[in-house]
């Protein structure tokens, strides 16, 4: 049935023929196997109405038409079952099939003896059941045998699915958690007790003012001034390693942009991409950037870099490329942790850095 | 002086009244948000407006973009932006135009009272101010501008940062504790080396300076053009790549 060679139409029907009903019709579409199939089915079926027709005209008696009829029914089942195990997937699956074919064929051959004995020839005890009952028993410890490892195999590694589809999930939102959580602790340490201290210090400079002329409250008062202002230094960078401000405040693009402005490289800027990144992957792509571009100020002797930001197939494309000595080490301690950050989003880091020169690093970030 | 400020912080806001007002300054309007800013401008056209970089409700740059488009509508109003962080970014955009009166300054200056009134003043008076911290980014090693500002010496760098903060050249000497006469030798200097031309007003000198250093930063010492067809580069105060 896999071949589907058809024959030529003009063979199946001659010019001017009109079609039969009995007459399996090539033009049809069907495949040389189909057509044989279709053409043993309505022989079967002639021959059974005829030899009837012979028994009828031959005087009747004996109706041992009855005989045929079993066998030609027999070619037609096996027919059937055949076509119906062929459309089962290769493997075990096909092969129990087949299997159960035969067991189907063997009982209706049974039964049908015994049924045909006892009406042609008077009642007898079932005698096909303990050959029936050997048949299902055989049939099944087949099935069992073939199909077991199957089962399980299927059940395990749909429970493994799930599972990596599970940890899949649940690690994306730890990720996105975890930087939105970052986020807040940034707006709060801002908006709480970096401004506090801000206000504390305006309030001793005010009493500052008030204690002119009394030298040892104004030194204490100074003091404690200068502690504030280390503390505030302090909460600044803080905040501005957990999420730099201009990331927070305007996008990867304007923080790119005066990253690369810092750096001084005269780093090239190709932006394809838009706002609405997730604080997980724009602060990754962020720390990529920044990540490369100090490697390259402090060890590449560049004389041009270049970013570029970029979607690409649901996910931002980030590559940071320079013209400097190159020989960078990817298993550095700076790139190993950038693999890391990158790859708790599922994506991609690849250095290349050849000993020739000029370093390209290109990470993948899903954002789909 | 007639003044309006703008701080989400109710603690610190009220700290800056008290203090405008015990130095004799008029506080007309204190707001905490951006629309209310506009507003609070247009209604009472102040002199000056302190503005917090940082307003509700969304706590990024509204502040910053507030006095932008109010120096925009109303050009005699002068603009003191405090932040709690520094960045260059920011300061280049606050100075961009015709900038007469600017200051950007980091929030903890407010700290030491007399420099902070010294500051709010010369900001009102149409000079520009520049946070320290701003200056010394713009001055770091390892830049474009190290090329360009290596044939200066220490002390030249030393009142080159005093400049781009928008000192005088009085407070210049004081601050580095030589006559005013050395520090115009050292300026006329740094002027001469950089190719820059020499002006006596001390607010166009730091814009001048500011101009320069924005420049050297953003060149390819080598060959900066050929890279520059990929797009954006380096720091660009226009914004229209979001």
Redesign the interface.
């Known amino acids: 049935m896999a071949g589907r060679a058809r024959l030529p139409i003009d063979v199946s029907l001659a010019h001017g023929v009109a079609p039969r009903r009995w007459m399996p019709v090539l033009a049809a579409g069907l495949s040389i196997g189909e057509y044989a199939r279709s053409l043993v089915r309505r022989l079967a079926f002639l021959s059974a109405v005829l030899l009837a027709g012979i028994w009828a005209l031959d005087g009747q008696g004996y109706f041992w038409p009855a005989w045929a009829w079993l066998g030609l029914g027999v070619l037609v089942l096996i027919d059937f079952g055949a076509a119906w195990a062929w459309r089962r997937p290769p493997g075990a699956v096909r092969r129990v099939a087949c299997v159960w074919t035969l067991v189907g064929v063997a009982a209706v051959i049974l039964v049908f003896t015994w049924l045909l004995t006892w009406l042609l020839a008077g009642a007898h005890s079932f005698w096909p059941a303990w050959a029936l009952l050997g048949l299902a028993t055989a049939g099944s410890a087949y099935s069992l045998i073939a199909l077991h490892d199957r089962v399980l195999v299927a059940r395990g590694r749909r429970a493994l699915r799930a599972r990596i589809d599970m940890l899949t999930r649940t690690r994306r939102q730890a990720v996105d958690a975890q930087a939105a959580e970052l986020r807040r602790i940034e707006?709060d340490l801002?908006?709480g007790a970096?401004?506090?201290?801000?206000?504390l210090?305006?309030?001793?400079?005010?009493a500052?003012?008030r204690v002119q002329d009394q030298p040892e409250i104004r030194g204490l008062i100074l003091d404690a001034?200068r502690e504030?202002?280390v503390a505030?230094a302090e909460l600044?960078d803080l905040?501005?390693g957990i999420v730099p401000?201009?990331l927070?405040?305007?996008?990867l693009?304007?923080a790119v942009?005066?990253l690369?402005?810092?750096?001084?490289?005269?780093?090239?800027?190709?932006?394809d991409t838009h706002?609405g990144l997730a604080p997980a992957v724009e602060s990754a792509a962020y720390f990529v950037v920044a990540e490369a571009l100090t490697n390259t100020?402090k060890h590449a002797r560049a004389?041009?870099s270049?970013v570029l930001l970029r979607h690409e197939h649901r996910a931002l494309a980030v590559v940071v490329g320079d013209d400097g000595c190159g020989g960078a080490d990817p298993c550095g301690s700076g790139l190993a942790g950038l693999r890391a950050r990158v790859e708790a989003l599922d994506g991609s880091l690849h250095v290349d850095s050849p000993a020739a020169g000029g370093t390209v690093l290109e990470v993948r970030l899903p954002c789909g | 002086m007639r003044v309006v400020i703008a701080e989400?912080?109710a603690?610190?806001r009220e700290?800056?009244v008290?203090?405008l007002r015990?130095s004799q300054i008029d506080v007309v309007a204190q707001v905490q948000d951006a629309p209310a800013l506009l507003r609070a401008i247009d209604g009472h056209k102040p002199d000056l407006a302190i503005v917090d970089v940082?307003l509700p409700p969304s706590?990024?740059?509204e502040g910053l973009l507030a006095a932008i488009e109010a120096r925009r509508r109303h050009p005699q109003l002068s603009v003191l932006v405090l932040s709690?962080?520094v960045?260059?970014?920011y300061a280049s955009e606050l100075i961009a135009g015709d900038g007469a009166g600017n200051g950007y300054l980091l929030?903890?200056r407010?700290?030491?009272?007399?420099a902070?009134l010294d500051a709010l003043h010369s900001v009102a008076e149409g000079g520009t101010v520049l946070d320290r911290q701003v200056v010394a980014?713009l001055l770091?090693p390892?830049?474009?501008?190290?090329a360009a500002l290596s044939g200066l010496t220490a002390r030249e760098r030393e009142v080159l940062a005093l400049m781009a903060e928008g000192r005088s050249n009085t407070a210049i000497a004081e601050s580095m504790i030589v006559t005013p006469g050395a520090v115009e030798k050292h300026i006329t200097n740094i002027f001469a080396k950089l190719d820059l031309s020499a002006c006596e007003d001390d607010h166009r000198r730091v814009l001048a300076v500011l101009a320069y250093l924005r420049v050297a930063?953003?060149?390819?010492?080598?060959?900066?053009a050929?890279?520059?067809?990929?797009?954006?580069?380096?720091?660009?105060p226009d914004?229209n790549?979001?």
């Not at chain 1, 970096?194 to 206000?199: C, F, K, N, Y």
């Not at chain 1, 690369?260 to 932006?271: F, S």
């Not at chain 2, 930063?217 to 900066?224: K, L």
């Open positions: 707006r801002h908006d970096q401004a506090r201290l801000v206000a210090t305006l309030q001793l400079g005010r500052e003012l001034q504030a202002h505030i600044r905040a501005r401000p201009l927070a405040d305007r996008g693009v304007a942009q005066s690369a402005a810092r750096y001084g490289l005269g780093t090239a800027i190709e932006v706002r100020a004389q041009r270049w | 989400d912080l603690l610190l700290g800056l008290a203090l015990e940082r706590f990024s740059d709690q962080y960045e260059t970014a929030k903890e407010v700290g030491d009272v007399r902070f980014e770091a390892g830049d474009g501008a190290t930063r953003q060149s390819d010492p080598a060959d900066g050929a890279a520059g067809g990929h797009g954006a580069r380096g720091l660009r914004r790549s979001e």
